[in-house]
């Protein structure tokens, strides 16, 4: 399947939920929702995770555009992004919206298009 195949939602919702797909990187966003400006030594320190393991995970969450980095002297603090945080937010929801149209009004599975009807009369 190509990727312009999949729904729009579907697309700006992957990236991000690739990025929270991981306990730890769940466990690090809660952890910024509570704390502005958190630098990696002290999420470490918070959580069963060795500074480095959190470098990493910080980076990917910072790739998806969930969280941002400012530079404080030599210190990186990490906190949510607004915009990232609204665009998951909106994500969600236009996912949940959707899901909740087509199971109002359910369709049967693969329905045989005109084509295929086609090719399956030449063979009757």
């Known amino acids: 399947m190509k990727q312009n195949d999949y729904n729009d939602i ?49 980076n990917k969450l910072k790739e998806a555009g969930l969280i941002s980095c400012d530079l404080d002297g030599t210190s990186s603090n990490y906190k949510i992004s607004e915009q990232g945080y609204q665009l998951l937010q ?6 949940i919206q959707l899901m909740e149209k087509h199971r109002a009004a359910p369709q049967k599975c693969c329905p045989v298009t005109q084509k295929q009807k086609k090719i399956l009369s030449e063979f009757v």
């Open 90 to 95: 909106n994500g969600f929801s236009d996912f």
């Open 10 to 58: 579907a697309l700006s919702l992957a990236g991000m939920l690739n990025a929270l797909s991981h306990p730890a990187r769940l466990q690090i966003m809660l952890h910024l929702a509570n704390y502005n400006g958190c630098q990696a030594r002290s999420i470490s320190e918070r959580l069963p995770l060795a500074k480095s393991t959190v470098s990493e995970h910080l």
